[in-house]
């Protein structure tokens, strides 16, 4: 760990995780391919399972996301956290609906 002013320190998460935000501006799986790559132990506290994360990176990558990170915070997801993991879940709904709207609209 470094340390920073006063005495107080800033951790490797912390970095992490303002890296992980910025990323996730970009593209979810960005952000999630990233968090593989360089913190690993995020996505095996999170799911027990290794092809749970896979199918969220294909699937629903912001739901994923969002889930990895609210359970990184605690070792749960409990309270306002399930509310952002819903709304990741409606916005990753949103855009397989709205796709295929969008594609309807072109024919």
Known sequence: MRSRGRGARVGYRVAMGCLVVLLALVSARLALFFVWIFDNSLLDRAFDEWWVPLAGFFILPWTTLAY?????????VVGFEWFLVGFAFLVDVSTWFGGRREQAARR
């Open 68 to 76: 990895t990170l609210c359970f990184s915070s605690g070792n749960r």
